[in-house]
């Protein structure tokens, strides 16, 4: 009896542990978008979209997938959810009413890497949760990674 108290013990002690493996960090996200920037350049838009767009492909890492825009808020490329490709999504707003990609287009004018924070469906959890978007801007694309704040 007295071991398997342990051993319950020992399985509840090393549960965090699991879960907090299964965290995406944001030096995570910011590699996975240089990643794919590197693809981008190397192979081309077509070829870049539709491995972006895998959702076992090598841009989708736990919650962690990658999304691209064009500046006019068309969705060109999105790693958990194919039928949000060619949607003009300018006007989305999260649950907070925060127009998060115009907000990002916006952002990406400047021609400079950022991170923007909001609010979105985390395709593991099912649940909508705080998340921080780390984006990079290339020519008339936007390219980014997000990681959800736990």
């Known amino acids: 009896m007295l071991t398997r108290i342990f051993l319950l013990a020992a399985l509840v002690g090393a549960a965090p ?57 068309v969705v060109r490329a999105h790693g958990a959810n194919a039928k949000m490709i060619g949607k003009n999504l300018m006007e989305l707003k999260d649950v907070d009413g925060k127009a998060f990609v115009k907000e990002r287009v916006e952002m990406a004018k400047k021609k400079a890497p950022f991170w923007q924070d909001y609010k979105f469906n985390n395709p593991v959890t099912g649940k909508i949760e705080p998340k921080t978007m780390y984006c990079v801007p290339e020519e008339d694309i936007i390219l980014c990674g997000g990681v959800y704040l736990k």
Do not use: C, H, W
């Not at 699991?18 to 030096?27: E, F, R």
């Not at 981008?40 to 959702?55: P, Q, V």
């Open 17 to 73: 542990l699991a879960s907090a493996a299964d965290v995406v960090t944001k030096p995570e996200a910011e590699a996975m978008v240089k990643k794919a920037l590197s693809y981008l350049k190397a192979n081309g838009r077509e070829k870049t979209f539709a491995e972006i767009d895998k959702k076992d492909g090598q841009f989708v890492d736990r919650d962690l997938y990658l999304t691209v825009y064009g500046t006019d808020g």
